[in-house]
């Protein structure tokens, strides 16, 4: 199961997009906000040329057409991807995708992308009547029983996907893939926010077109510069996470001792520790992570939408700002 929920790491994202208060974060709204394209307007009528494709500027308007009906459909299913209109506009964009081959090797494939898709993997708590957009998941769900106090309610504020180009991986692009998760941390004794950050490296498939195969290689868990800067919420973040792995240790049975140590072999996990800086949060490294891929359906200047090895498809959309708190 830990195994399998790590290759779920591959195509795992989440959608963000409008934001309520700490513990009601919807999915309309980010801390960055995405691009926004041009404004258009557009009748649903789409001219074809004499041969019947679409001409520049027609594409160009059917495709921001596209674009705008998908955002819209994910907001009003709250992020979910598996409704049948958001499925057929996907279609029609992927078709319409301006690069169809080696798009890895594009100026466009790195940045910092923002979420419209919510998660869909196995845990989250189920949200009360007229909360449907909100995204909970216990502290271990979220992170795949790896950061404790494992029971601690967290809710999803937003997600970013931060890509970066970094050299070449056997002639092929190699780039950095991680996912800086901006959390809300709910204790007994108050909220905490923290950032959640998966890191990765993806590269070109040697074998399909538009592929990346993706591993993960760690994680790190952390108070927000805010928190950090408040003495009264660095206290409470002490309080929280005060020898919480010293704890996990003798409250483990034998059968979890076991497969601790199988999942440490097999994965070559260092597994996080009491002993750290507080404002450096708590740290894992995966040096034999499972590899899974994702394949690029649709990418330009603006928008990604890629699909999962898992069928998973996620939807984000290039950040103004490409710093990551």
């Not at 974060?25 to 041969?51: A, L």
């Not at 995204?135 to 979220?142: A, D, I, P």
């Not at 408040?230 to 973040?237: A, G, R, V």
């Not at 002490?238 to 034998?254: C, I, L, P, Q, W």
Request: aromatic content about 8%; overall charge neutral; proline content about 4%.
């Amino acid at each position: 199961m830990f195994r399998t929920s790590l290759t779920n790491l591959a195509h795992i994202s989440y959608a963000t997009i409008h934001e309520e208060s700490a513990l009601t974060m919807g999915w309309n709204q980010v801390g960055k906000r995405p691009i926004i394209e041009r404004p258009v307007s557009i009748d649903g009528q789409t001219d074809c040329n004499s041969e019947g494709s679409f001409s520049t500027t027609n594409r160009q308007e059917k495709v921001l057409e596209l674009k705008d009906r998908l955002k819209c459909l994910l907001a009003k299913h709250c992020g979910s991807t598996k409704h049948p209109d958001v499925i057929d506009t996907i279609n029609e964009l992927a078709e319409l995708n301006p690069y169809k081959e080696k798009c890895a090797q594009s100026s466009q494939f790195p940045g910092d992308f923002v979420s419209h898709t919510s998660p869909n993997f196995p845990g989250r708590l189920k949200p009360a009547k007229g909360q449907e957009n909100v995204v909970q998941y216990t502290l271990g769900r979220l992170s795949f029983g790896i950061f404790e106090p494992h029971h601690l309610v967290c809710t999803v504020r937003s997600i970013h996907n931060l890509v970066k180009k970094e050299t070449m991986k056997d002639a092929k692009h190699l780039f950095s893939y991680n996912f800086i998760c901006d959390i809300t941390i709910h204790t007994p004794d108050g909220d905490l926010p923290a950032n959640l950050i998966m890191e990765g490296q993806c590269y070109e498939s040697s074998n399909v077109n538009n592929r990346l195969n993706v591993t993960f290689t760690g994680g790190t868990l952390k108070p927000i510069e805010d928190v950090w800067l408040s003495t009264n919420m660095m206290d409470l973040w002490t309080k929280t996470f005060a020898d919480v792995y010293k704890k996990a240790n003798e409250e483990r049975s034998f059968s979890g001792w076991a497969w601790h140590f199988i999942l440490k072999a097999m994965l070559g996990l260092s597994m996080p520790s009491d002993d750290t800086k507080r404002k450096e949060g708590f740290h894992f490294e995966m040096k034999r992570s499972p590899i899974g891929h994702l394949d690029v359906l649709y990418l330009d200047e603006f928008l990604r939408i890629t699909r999962g090895n898992r069928g998973t498809v996620v939807v984000v959309e290039r950040a103004m700002e490409t710093a990551i708190q």
